[in-house]
């Protein structure tokens, strides 16, 4: 099992700020996947990265892969409070058939 | 289209009694999985299934038994339950190794007193 670490574990910030959570490893993925989950609901798919260096943006959200292909980023700009939630980076589509495990997870508050 | 169904939401056990979660898709998935997320945490795989009739073992088996004698069902059971094992639970699926997300129920709330 290919091990994800994330950090920060905890963020509280204030409406309009900026921030960055991370996710890293040990190992090389192929790819990795970003969810987030709200409060009551199961984790859903905000994005897939697969290149070395690729760069996605989701409206506020940019997504980064390593060059190296083992560590991601998340940046969140003018952070609002409906970006609050548990942000859970994961193995890509080719992990599925095994041990498919999540990492810790960064838990984000938006305050208003 | 109904996704991913759990049943039941919400259930209170005493220690030592019995259970079983049902997760149920009508999606034609073939992969399945059993998550536990304790308060504040992540989620740890408890067991997997590949395909009707196959499971595995995840992080976190122990106290736990799973089936898939159907390949829209994936059950989850705990034969003797303990307090160690509150926590919500969340099952997933996905369409076997392909560009598809995993897609999650919203989840069994256990309590054991």
């Known amino acids: 099992t290919q091990l994800l670490e994330q950090s920060p574990q905890f963020l509280s910030i204030q409406e309009g700020e900026n921030l960055t959570v991370y996710c890293n490893s040990s190992s090389v993925f192929s790819s990795l996947q970003w969810y987030r989950q709200e409060p009551g609901e199961g984790p859903v798919l905000l994005v897939t990265?697969?290149?070395?260096?690729e760069v996605k943006k989701l409206k506020r959200l940019t997504f980064q892969f390593g060059d190296a292909r083992k560590d991601s980023s998340l940046h969140i700009t003018a952070a609002q409070p409906g970006d609050t939630g548990l942000y859970l980076c994961?193995?890509?589509?080719?992990?599925?058939?095994?041990?498919?495990?999540f990492g810790p997870g960064t838990r984000l508050s938006v305050l208003p | 289209n109904a996704g991913v169904t759990q049943t039941p939401k919400f259930r209170v056990l005493k220690t030592g009694q019995s259970m079983t979660l049902l997760c149920a898709q009508d999606?034609?998935?073939?992969?399945m999985y059993w998550y536990r997320q304790d308060p504040g945490m992540g989620l740890r795989l408890i067991h997997y299934?590949?395909?009707?009739?196959?499971?595995a073992k995840g992080e976190v088996p122990d106290g736990y038994n799973v089936s898939r004698l159907k390949k829209q069902n994936f059950l989850l059971g705990l034969e003797s339950a303990a307090p160690s094992q509150t926590s919500v639970y969340f099952c997933a699926s996905v369409a076997g190794v392909s560009n598809s997300p995993l897609h999650f129920g919203n989840g069994t709330r256990l309590t054991v007193t």
């Open positions: 990265v697969v290149t070395g260096g």
């Open positions: 994961a193995p890509g589509p080719d992990n599925y058939g095994q041990n498919f495990v």
């Open positions: 999606m034609n998935h073939e992969y």
């Open positions: 299934s590949v395909g009707e009739g196959t499971t």
